[in-house]
């Protein structure tokens, strides 16, 4: 079985204004970055079938902005 490797400590220890993520998947990250109070969150998901989830979890949610592309252009 997989771990989560992205902790709310680790991300509450370095808060700042924007959570920026490169591989979206499920949304975990992003979830995990509101919950521990990032204004923002930006991620990028090069997927389309991983991005259409993640898109459906966060819709209405004005903090988030995901993105379909690669990182590097990200």
């Known amino acids: 079985m997989r771990t989560r490797s992205l902790r709310p400590e680790a991300l509450?220890?370095?808060?700042?204004?924007?959570?920026?993520?490169?591989?979206t998947?499920?949304?975990?990250?992003?979830?995990v970055a509101l919950a521990v109070g990032f204004p923002r969150v930006r991620s990028v998901e090069a997927?389309?079938?991983?991005?259409?989830?993640?898109v459906a979890r966060f819709a209405g949610d004005d903090r988030v902005q995901i993105e379909l592309d690669e990182s590097v252009p990200f």
């Open 12 to 23: 509450r220890k370095y808060r700042t204004g924007l959570f920026i993520e490169t591989g």
């Open 25 to 31: 998947n499920a949304g975990h990250g992003v979830a």
């Open 47 to 54: 997927d389309p079938a991983h991005y259409a989830r993640a």
